[in-house]
């Protein structure tokens, strides 16, 4: 069970790490260095996509561990990830595709949308500082 727990600690900095270095320098990166922006969001938000089905596969293996309720902070981070890319994503699409989808317009879907990134990211921070990872 200790390589079992070993593996999740990196999975879990991993994810985190990945979260954190996506908002903070590799989607800025992406908008200074490629001059189409429509390119360089649809690489980001591809980005996103696969952060988020990583940080669901490594709550979903947190939750099968003995000790899952200490990982509540992770849970939270990967449901709010999933509210991104389930909820609000096809809701921005279709704000690309008509200046307004359900009363607002893209850029309106993409501030929530990175606040709610923010927040998971936020919750990442806040298993690392009250947890171990033991």
């Known amino acids: 069970m200790s390589r079992v727990r070993n593996l999740l600690r990196i999975l879990v900095v991993l994810t985190l790490g990945g979260m954190w270095s996506l908002a903070a320098w ?3 990166t992406l908008f200074f260095a490629q001059s189409n922006r429509a390119l360089a969001g649809l690489l980001a938000g591809r980005m996103f996509q696969i952060e988020t089905y990583l940080c669901v596969a ?3 293996f947190a939750l099968v561990l003995p000790g899952r309720a ?3 902070w992770l849970y939270l981070a990967a ?3 999933g509210v991104n890319e389930w909820v609000l994503r096809p809701r921005m ?3 690309r595709l008509h200046p ?3 009363g607002l317009t893209f850029g309106a879907w993409h501030g929530i ?3 709610v990134y923010a927040a998971a990211c936020a919750a990442g921070l806040l298993l690392v500082w009250h947890d171990d990872l033991r």
């Open 26 to 28: 590799i989607a800025p």
């Open 58 to 60: 490594v709550a979903l």
């Open 70 to 72: 200490r990982f509540h």
């Open 79 to 81: 449901a709010l990830l």
């Open 93 to 95: 699409q279709a704000a």
């Open 100 to 102: 307004i989808a359900s």
């Open 113 to 115: 949308a990175a606040i």
